[in-house]
């Protein structure tokens, strides 16, 4: 059995989606960006909220659950967004 030392975990930021129309300010942008990140992240919880089993955190690792859950939401959207965010900017045209 190999006992080397763990390799460093790279992390890169995700690409940059820009989520409001074309002429739009970017606080809309933005603005948009956050709630897309509010839904990934409430789908994000209520998935583990469904899961049975424990995830090695026990009782105490709600806060860092939280904000596991709120990075990976926000690259999620990000990255590869839902859609309601496009469409609530899309409606205020």
């Given amino acids: 059995m190999d006992l080397a030392a763990p390799r460093p975990l790279t992390l890169t930021p995700p690409r940059r989606v820009e989520m409001a129309p074309?002429?739009?300010s970017t606080s809309d942008a933005e603005v948009t960006l956050k709630f897309?990140?509010?839904i990934a992240e409430t789908l994000l919880r209520s998935a583990r909220a469904a899961r049975l089993g424990d995830d090695g955190l026990?009782?105490?690792g709600d806060?860092?659950?939280d904000?596991?859950?709120h990075q990976r939401a926000?690259?999620?959207a990000?990255?590869?967004p839902i859609g309601v965010a496009r469409l609530l900017a899309d409606s205020r045209k």
């Fill in 78 to 80: 990000r990255a590869a």
């Fill in 67 to 69: 904000m596991v859950d």
């Fill in 22 to 24: 074309a002429g739009r």
């Fill in 63 to 65: 806060t860092v659950r």
């Fill in 36 to 38: 897309e990140t509010l």
């Fill in 58 to 60: 026990g009782d105490t």
């Fill in 74 to 76: 926000e690259a999620i």
